[in-house]
């Protein structure tokens, strides 16, 4: 093979984006009633319950859905899958308006939102392998994961304002909008791969889903990521779902939760940024998983007890769980790529993503009211013990 078919294309760069524009306002259509969970209620005229189903039905459907979706990215490549996912978050989303006070409505077009979303998350890795070399790969995972946040972010942030100024509807009309315009500009213009493979690891040949998911499963390496996936996201998950009951004991108000839980995901990002970059220079995946976990360890159990009620020691503290739990991820990703090898990216992805999801359904429903005279001590401190017991898994990992 020559070195001449293998070639790197500035409009990498434009196809990453559009995906990010894409990812960002899934993520906003996901999170829009969380921080308006109480108006909401009111305006649908259902319970807080029904309210918090609306987000909480993503990580339900993304189970069974995302077999499909794989197989999909896996079949038919990059382009189809995420941009199936694309447009089912535009349509879903923009019929939202449509659905006026019928909460029953709304839950069914959010089910098609929650659908669509397996279709983009499962091809972050897909998108690096077909258009980044090899050099680039974590860090181009990276900025894929970091759509997500900042799209977690911004609708958290946005969302109170945006209703208070206008109303729910027109809050419903700006967000399906702005998820159908990149719904149909990543259909439009985002191609599958460019002309020539960016490394020669695309000139590899691939095993199809059925026998990667086996080989998957038989791979140990593979399968301490899968636990690394379940506690690090169910965690993360648990903490920013309940950050308002956590602090409400220790005498914060929703405001400290809003600061703390958008810290969170500030970490979040700037880890993604930093451990994608380093593990793009140095290779040291193991290494730098190793780091991350350290650094969520140590951060959870120092926020854990009832008296550590500081709001600087919070802020730092949390700020620091975000960036070892959330810059785990695109490492993670990467890694299981690299030693899960020829099981193509998109199988191995959707697996860490989907028991992710798992976690999340699982550790949220299962501490919920799990306290100690209302604190959330018991809780936090049986989540850090987690993270340590994956500290320990994370040591057998072999560098590839």
Wanted: charged share 15%; aromatic share 14%; proline share 4%.
């Amino acid at each position: 093979m020559s070195e001449e078919k293998i070639q790197v294309y500035g409009s990498r760069w434009l196809v990453l984006v559009l995906f990010m524009f894409t990812n960002i306002t899934l993520q906003i259509l996901w999170i829009t009633f969380a921080s308006i969970t109480l108006e909401a209620a009111v305006f649908y005229g259902v319970a807080e319950l029904d309210i918090l189903f609306l987000s909480l039905v993503f990580m339900i459907a993304y189970i069974p859905v995302t077999f499909l979706a794989s197989w999909l990215i896996d079949k038919y490549d990059f382009r189809i899958g995420a941009g199936i996912g694309a447009l089912l978050a535009g349509v879903f989303g923009f019929l939202r308006f449509f659905a006026g006070n019928d909460y029953t409505l709304l839950l069914i077009f959010q089910i098609g939102i929650a659908i669509g979303q397996p279709f983009v998350l499962n091809s972050i890795t897909r998108l690096s392998a077909n258009w980044f070399p090899e050099s680039e790969r974590t860090s181009a995972t990276g900025l894929s994961l970091i759509s997500q946040f900042i799209g977690i972010l911004l609708g958290v942030l946005i969302t109170p304002f945006l209703y208070q100024a206008t109303s729910m509807e027109i809050t419903l009309l700006i967000y399906g909008i702005l998820a159908l315009i990149s719904g149909i500009l990543f259909v439009v213009l985002v191609k599958n791969k460019p002309p020539t493979p960016p490394s020669r690891e695309e000139l590899k040949e691939k095993v199809l889903m059925g026998k990667g998911l086996k080989s998957l499963f038989k791979n140990k390496h593979f399968i301490i990521l899968f636990i690394t996936f379940f506690f690090g996201l169910g965690i993360f998950n648990f903490i920013t779902s309940y950050i308002e009951l956590i602090l409400d004991p220790r005498g914060f108000d929703a405001t400290d939760a809003g600061i703390i839980g958008g810290l969170l995901l500030i970490g979040g990002i700037v880890g993604c940024i930093v451990m994608s970059a380093l593990s793009d220079k140095y290779k040291k995946r193991k290494l730098l998983l190793i780091i991350s976990i350290i650094i969520a360890t140590i951060s959870l159990f120092i926020i854990t007890p009832p008296i550590t009620t500081d709001p600087i020691l919070l802020y730092l503290f949390n700020f620091l769980l975000g960036f070892g739990i959330l810059s785990a991820g695109p490492v993670a990703l990467e890694f299981a790529v690299d030693l899960t090898k020829p099981v193509p990216e998109a199988t191995s992805n959707g697996m860490l993503m989907m028991v992710g999801q798992i976690g999340g359904i699982i550790f949220i429903l299962f501490f919920e009211g799990f306290t100690l005279g209302g604190d959330y001590f018991p809780a936090l401190l049986l989540e850090a013990i987690f993270l340590l017991a994956t500290l320990i898994l994370v040591f057998f990992l072999k560098e590839k």
